[in-house]
């Protein structure tokens, strides 16, 4: 009888990012209010176990924000950037949220590279 264990996510980078501004949705105007942190880090993952080699794996974005959590994630590093931009349309999310992740990306690949 085989036994497999499952892939442990391996954690790749973690920044905070901290911003003084806040997008207000229904009045659509930024508002001031205390420095506030974003907490993002990036995980390779893998839905096999982890005795099978060369399986697909993928990598996710998560981020935390005042106890909201998000996640983004993709195949391949660029993806991961296009799953973040993929939101850029909505000016709420993105001013809130998207612009912050898009930095912590820009920050790994220019760190990993």
Not at 19 to 41: E, R, T
Not at 67 to 92: H, P, T, V, W, Y
């Amino acid at each position: 009888m085989s036994v497999f264990h499952s892939f442990k996510p391996i954690k790749l980078f973690e920044t905070e990012i901290q911003g003084d501004k806040l997008y207000d949705c229904k009045k659509q105007k930024w508002v001031s209010v205390k420095p506030m942190k974003y907490k993002f880090w990036i995980t390779l993952e893998s839905d096999y176990p982890r005795e099978m080699f060369r399986v697909p794996t993928y990598y996710v974005m998560y981020g935390e924000w005042d106890g909201d959590k998000r996640s983004f994630g993709s195949g391949s590093r660029q993806g991961l950037g296009d799953a973040i931009l993929r939101f850029k349309s909505n000016e709420c999310f993105w001013n809130n949220w998207g612009q912050y992740a898009f930095k912590a990306y820009q920050e790994w690949i220019s760190k990993d590279f």
